[in-house]
């Protein structure tokens, strides 16, 4: 019941920006903590950023800290991730994430290119 979509991937030029969005549904989106991991290709799966419920307290990986902002719009049950000042390093498939019910559950993900 639990579902995940990401979108607001593509290919961007490197300095350049892109805002992604997830679009959860089958539970109480208010009430948990969501996360936006990444993986690109033969490395492991990182977390990028995490928020809380309510959006006060939020979470960045170092690589990525003064660049990406995450917020979420409890309303529309969307939590977002605005990227700017991308690198070539940022290229991979970018993940929303929700652990419930003693489960993580993943969205279908959503490519990032940064290249010239």
């Known amino acids: 019941q639990v579902q995940l979509v990401e979108s607001g991937g593509g290919l961007v030029q490197p300095g350049g920006s892109l805002r992604l969005s997830c679009v959860a549904s089958?539970?109480?989106?208010?009430?948990?903590?969501m996360h936006w991991y990444r993986q690109a290709p033969g490395k492991e799966r990182e977390l990028v950023a995490a928020i809380s419920s309510t959006g006060e307290n939020t979470n960045y990986a170092d690589s990525v800290k003064g660049r990406f902002t995450i917020s979420r719009d409890n309303a529309k049950n969307t939590v977002s991730l605005q990227m700017n000042s991308l690198e070539v390093d940022d290229t991979a498939v970018y993940y929303c994430?929700?652990?419930?019910?003693?489960?993580?559950?993943w969205g279908q993900g959503t490519q990032v290119t940064v290249w010239s």
């Open positions: 994430n929700v652990f419930y019910s003693h489960s993580d559950y």
């Open positions: 089958g539970f109480a989106f208010s009430t948990y903590v």
